[in-house]
């Protein structure tokens, strides 16, 4: 799923491409994508691209009468451009908004089809789209402690909730808990003041890298070849890979349709994780730490 670095380069890109240019209409290309009606497609047309912001892992798309469009791109929506007179791309398209100057189409991958599409007007319907999650660029380390230790959960789970920080998903809390150097499994109220602050540091560090990582690489167009699994991570989708500062075999957790990546050696003291199928499988030949692995 695009998450925050990936979201912010698409909404500055859609901006320098699009800010100020007039949207001919909204073609809807498949009908479950569109989860409002209210206004229709039909009532955007002739508007003008006033702005283009992000609410969490949400684009948004700001035009003159105080409409939007909010795209959520879920794990498999990105964001396309096509020069004027150009078709969108077959089976995978959505939505497409035609504008004077070329066409933004929203695709998808697969046949799941959970990217979604809502047509709100007024600010007040736009801000039932945002969950709550803070900023991490926006608030303090006592402010970050706070939301963080409210309650009671694992750092990973923590990372990830959309009501407690904005836009923070499976791979880059995976880099942020390395960059830490703390175990996705340890209880935020059980952390040091020390240990909070280096996990705040770590999220502003990662993200920023990231987004800039992502900007140079998308240049004057839309990013391309938007993924949750890149060379240049340290540790997510890296399982089995060595550990780029300690050199150890990357660790992993699997549940559902997720996975956890760690290094033992760096973030849990050598000791493995209990990964929820393997070690039922496995029972008392669970190795317990990264050194019975051999």
Same mark, same amino acid.
């Given at each position: ?81 096509? /020069? ?5 791309? $077959?089976?995978? +398209? @959505? *939505? %497409? =908004? ?5 066409? &933004? ?9 959970? /990217? ?5 007007? $007024?600010?007040? +319907? @736009? *801000? %039932? =789209? ?5 900023? &991490? ?158």
């Amino acid at each position: 799923m695009p998450e925050l670095p990936d979201v912010e380069v698409y909404v500055e890109k859609v901006a320098e491409l699009l800010a100020g240019k007039t949207l001919t209409r909204i073609a809807i290309l498949n009908p479950f994508v569109l989860r409002s009606v209210r206004p229709p497609p039909a009532g955007f047309a002739g508007r003008r691209l006033c702005a283009t912001r992000r609410i969490g892992k949400r684009v948004v798309l700001e035009f003159e009468g105080d409409l939007f469009a909010v795209l959520h791109l879920m794990i498999a929506g990105r964001l396309r451009w096509l /020069a004027v007179g150009k078709k969108p791309p $077959g089976r995978i +398209a @959505l *939505a %497409a =908004f035609e504008f004077e100057n070329g066409t &933004l189409v929203l695709t998808e991958a697969g046949s799941k089809r959970r /990217a979604s599409l809502h047509l709100v007007h $007024g600010t007040q +319907a @736009l *801000a %039932a =789209f945002d969950p709550g999650g803070v900023e &991490l660029q926006e608030v303090t380390v006592e402010q970050f402690a706070q939301r963080l230790t409210h309650e009671n959960h694992t750092l990973k789970r923590a990372l990830t909730d959309p009501h407690s920080f904005a836009g923070i998903g499976n791979a880059y809390s995976d880099e942020i808990l390395f960059r830490a150097k703390l175990s996705p499994l340890s209880l935020t109220q059980n952390l040091a003041p020390e240990e909070i602050a280096r996990l705040f540091a770590a999220c502003r560090e990662v993200l920023d890298e990231w987004t800039v990582r992502l900007r140079e690489q998308a240049g004057a167009g839309l990013p391309e070849n938007v993924t949750a699994f890149r060379l240049e991570m340290a540790v997510h989708g890296k399982y089995g890979q060595p550990c780029p500062v300690c050199g150890s075999p990357i660790q992993r957790i699997v549940y559902a349709e997720n996975e956890t990546n760690y290094c033992a050696r760096c973030q849990t003291g050598g000791r493995l994780l209990a990964d929820r199928s393997l070690s039922r499988l496995l029972h008392a030949s669970w190795p317990k730490s990264i050194d019975e692995l051999g």
